[in-house]
């Protein structure tokens, strides 16, 4: 079956660095996605990997790592407004978009 | 600005009473897809649009049905909701024309069944 696991909940402090790490197994791989969620809101776009590698774009980093079947989501000077849900997403061999559950980040003053 | 628009953003039913929701994209994308999504859960795949080549989920309830009219407009029914089917309603689009094909998601409707 395809899965993918990450942490249920995660605390941190405002201006500090948060990582969340997610695992996947999946019917063959075109990529990683990771998604931001407010509460009662959309899923919004974060980043994309497919090859292996870090992806830096602002605050946020995307680590991959297909030979593992790994990747993390690196959050530098945490902000209250990064309060959220961080659902990781692998797009499989038919394009189908498997999701995980998210990761609920709460951050503290 | 292009986007993905969702309405209405919440709409209440009765227990058995049809509801249909609706998704309008702006963004001239040719594959569509309807999600459902319950608190503290991964969205789950109901059905997705290539073109107008429509492909249901396995697992999705003979309850729900889907119309794509034109490339703008998508339509998710629900023909009898029941009281498991309160839930946030998203919808998203992509192009598999490019090399990445991200999905970029509606604001949602969340559903309300009394």
């Known amino acids: 079956g395809q899965n993918i696991d990450q942490p249920t909940e995660m605390t941190a402090t405002e201006g500090a660095i948060v990582q969340i790490n997610c695992t996947y197994q999946t019917s063959g791989f075109n990529g990683l996605f990771w998604y931001q969620q407010h509460a009662g809101e959309a899923p919004t776009f974060l980043s994309y990997?497919?090859l292996d590698g870090l992806e830096e774009k602002g605050r946020f980093s995307s680590f991959l790592s297909r030979s593992k079947g790994y990747s993390y989501l690196l959050l530098k000077e945490l902000q209250m407004k990064d309060s959220a849900s961080y659902l990781c997403a692998v797009l499989d061999s038919n394009y189908q978009l498997i999701w995980g559950a998210g990761t609920k980040l709460i951050i503290k003053p | 600005d292009a986007m993905v628009i969702q309405n209405p953003r919440y709409q209440v039913t009765q227990f058995g009473k049809p509801v249909t929701l609706s998704c309008s994209q702006t963004l001239n994308h040719n594959v569509m897809y309807w999600y459902q999504q319950k608190s503290s859960q991964a969205p789950k795949l109901l059905f997705h649009y290539y073109d107008k080549d429509f492909n249901n989920e396995a697992d999705t309830p003979d309850n729900f049905q889907s119309r794509r009219p034109n490339t703008s407009f998508c339509f998710l029914d629900i023909r009898s909701p029941g009281l498991g089917d309160a839930a946030m309603y998203l919808c998203?689009?992509?192009?598999?024309?490019?090399?990445?094909?991200?999905?970029?998601f509606g604001p949602g409707t969340r559903l309300l069944v009394l």
């Open positions: 990997n497919v």
């Open positions: 998203a689009t992509s192009s598999n024309e490019g090399a990445v094909e991200t999905q970029y």
